[in-house]
């Protein structure tokens, strides 16, 4: 699972998430704080207020992005912004296509720990 060391800000600005889907039918992505569900969120989205910096210092952020089948040549990816912190970050997520066994679902996760 990749994930992320985030450095805030000493700030009450707003740290947001935006996740773009790349390739695949139909998507959603569930966001947890500590383990805990704060939103799902259909298809790609920009922008989800996840708190601000000062909210989000020790805090970890886990998301889940599932993605419906696509043709089977092509890869699944996922890319994942957060703005707002002490600097911004693009991450990607890429699995290959491989639906086998009746699984037609790709999971993809990215994990940010606030520091």
């Given at each position: 699972?990749?994930?992320?060391?985030?450095?805030?800000?000493?700030?009450?600005?707003?740290?947001?998430?935006?996740?773009?889907?790349?390739?695949?039918?139909?998507?959603?992505?569930?966001?947890?704080?500590?383990?805990?569900?704060?939103?799902?969120?259909?298809?790609?989205?920009q922008?989800?207020?996840l708190?601000?910096?000062?909210?989000?210092?020790?805090?970890?952020?886990?998301?889940?992005?599932?993605?419906?089948?696509?043709?089977?040549?092509?890869?699944?990816?996922?890319?994942?912004?957060?703005?707002?912190?002490?600097?911004?970050?693009?991450?990607?997520?890429?699995?290959?296509?491989?639906?086998?066994?009746?699984?037609?679902?790709?999971?993809?996760?990215?994990?940010?720990?606030?520091?």
């Amino acid at each position: 699972m990749p994930f992320r060391i985030v450095q805030t800000k000493n700030t009450n600005d707003a740290i947001t998430l935006s996740v773009d889907v790349k390739f695949g039918h139909k998507a959603s992505s569930v966001i947890m704080m500590d383990h805990a569900i704060i939103a799902t969120v259909p298809d790609s989205f920009q922008d989800l207020f996840l708190g601000t910096n000062n909210e989000l210092r020790d805090k970890t952020i886990t998301v889940t992005t599932s993605v419906m089948k696509t043709t089977p040549s092509i890869d699944s990816d996922v890319d994942y912004q957060l703005d707002g912190a002490a600097q911004n970050y693009t991450d990607h997520s890429s699995k290959p296509a491989c639906f086998q066994n009746g699984v037609n679902v790709v999971a993809h996760t990215m994990e940010y720990t606030f520091i």
